[in-house]
Each structure stands twice: as structure tokens, then as C-alpha cells.
């Protein structure tokens, strides 16, 4: 169900800025792209998220190509405490489905010393 | 304070048992959630009411019953408890929009079924 795709993993060393793509060729012209991340079984966070033009905030920033068909979040430096699994995520707009997050399988950042 | 609570965050017990989950939201929002993440980390939608409507209702067995009392609240049972609902459940909150939707989760409650 989930209508976007992601690396199953990727390391950063710690510092450094970390880019996580994602691909989401379906997407609808209204629909927003979210990010969320998972930290070793924590409940799901809220990262940024975005419709159309880049995005900004105190964790991370969101680059959405001009098509939208992808995006990339970066975490500007990386510190240990990111390494978590990162959740791009595209909802239905078709009804109540709107609420409908679906989350794949994520990606799994490892943060280096 | 905790924006979204659950309680147990710990649930141990026998097949066949009846348990039950609850959950909490301070952030005045109108939506509630209730999602399931198994043993290989897939998160999946169960249930979500508005306003203490069910809106959502995905493919899930009918011992799993959600009950909504107020906006706030929004609580899990399970009935006959089996093995293969080992998992965690997580609660989320969110305001309804047909825009923007932001869901905040809770901490989680792992349940294990022996």
C-alpha cells in the first residue's frame, strides 16, 4: 500500500549533513509528503513536511523536486542520537482516506562516530 | 505533559484473555488513531475516529473493538487474545484537515501474547 519508495538503508558519519531520498512518482498535485522517524521502537516523530516548495524548521529541512515526483530530507549534522529508521510518507486525499498514512518500510540511518 | 499517552506500556498475557488498551490526547485535536507495528517493524493503520465516529476501519479481525467516550479518548479491546497479536500498538492524534495532517503518536504498548 505504501506509494513510496526509499533506500532500506544508509550511513552518515556523524556531523555531517545526512540526505535521505525518497520517490513518490504517484503522488497527487494536492497531497503533502511527510517525514517521520523511528527511534529503536519509539513511537513515530514528526520531522517536516511539505506540498510544494522546500521547507525548513529546527530539525531538519525538505527538498521536493520540481515534478514532485521525489524528495530528499536532510538533517544538516547528523548527531548519534538520528540514527533511526526515517518514514517518507504519502497519504490518500480519496475521502475520510485522507487520514490514511501509510508507512513502508522506511530507512534505516546509521549515524557513524 | 505527554501530548499522547497510552497505558499499559507493558502488556503480558495469556491466549484466550481479554485486554484492554487506552489512550489519551491533550492536544484538543479531533481524530484518533490506533496503529499496529509487528515483529518485521511494518506500521499499519487499524482504526481512526473523528469526533468519536469510526472513519477508518482497516481489514482487522472483529475481536479487535475501538471505543471513542469523548474526543480525547480513544481505547483498544481485544478479545480472545491470540498468539499473533503480539506486536505494538501505537496511538496517534491528529486535527482533521483535508490539507495539512499531521498525526503525534504515542510511546507505544507492546503486547505480548504466551
Known amino acids: 500500500d505504501a506509494k513510496t519508495t526509499q533506500p532500506p538503508s544508509m550511513d552518515c558519519a556523524e556531523g555531517r549533513a545526512a540526505n535521505l531520498p525518497c520517490n513518490h512518482s504517484?503522488?497527487?498535485?494536492?497531497?503533502?509528503v511527510y517525514w517521520y522517524r523511528q527511534i529503536h521502537s519509539q513511537g513515530p516523530q514528526y520531522i517536516i513536511h511539505?506540498?510544494?516548495n522546500n521547507e525548513t524548521n529546527e530539525m531538519a529541512s525538505l527538498i521536493i523536486t520540481e515534478d514532485r515526483k521525489s524528495s530528499t530530507l536532510i538533517l544538516p549534522h547528523a548527531t548519534l542520537r538520528d540514527t533511526a529508521v526515517y518514514y517518507c510518507?504519502?497519504?490518500?486525499?480519496?475521502?475520510?482516506?485522507?487520514?490514511?498514512?501509510?508507512f513502508g518500510s522506511g530507512t534505516k540511518l546509521n549515524v557513524k562516530p | 505533559d505527554t501530548a499522547v499517552s497510552q497505558t499499559p506500556k507493558y502488556l503480558v498475557t495469556q491466549m484466550g484473555n481479554d485486554k484492554s488498551i487506552k489512550c489519551e490526547q491533550n492536544?484538543?485535536?479531533?481524530?484518533m488513531y490506533w496503529y499496529k507495528q509487528d515483529s518485521k517493524k511494518f506500521l499499519k493503520i487499524m482504526f481512526s475516529?473523528?469526533?468519536?465516529?469510526?472513519?477508518i476501519n482497516e481489514t482487522v479481525p472483529n475481536r479487535f473493538s475501538p471505543k471513542s467516550p469523548d474526543k480525547a479518548h480513544l481505547n483498544l479491546h481485544i478479545n480472545s487474545l491470540e498468539l499473533g497479536d503480539s506486536a505494538v500498538y501505537f496511538c496517534?492524534?491528529?486535527?482533521?484537515?483535508?490539507?495539512?495532517?499531521?498525526?503525534?503518536f504515542g510511546a507505544g504498548t507492546r503486547l505480548s501474547v504466551l
Open positions: 492536544l484538543g485535536h479531533d481524530t
Open positions: 511539505g506540498l510544494k
Open positions: 496517534a492524534s491528529s486535527h482533521s484537515d483535508m490539507g495539512e495532517n499531521i498525526q503525534y
Open positions: 504517484t503522488i497527487s498535485g494536492n497531497e503533502y
Open positions: 510518507i504519502v497519504r490518500d486525499h480519496d475521502g475520510w482516506n485522507f487520514n490514511k498514512f501509510y
Open positions: 475516529y473523528n469526533n468519536k465516529e469510526l472513519i
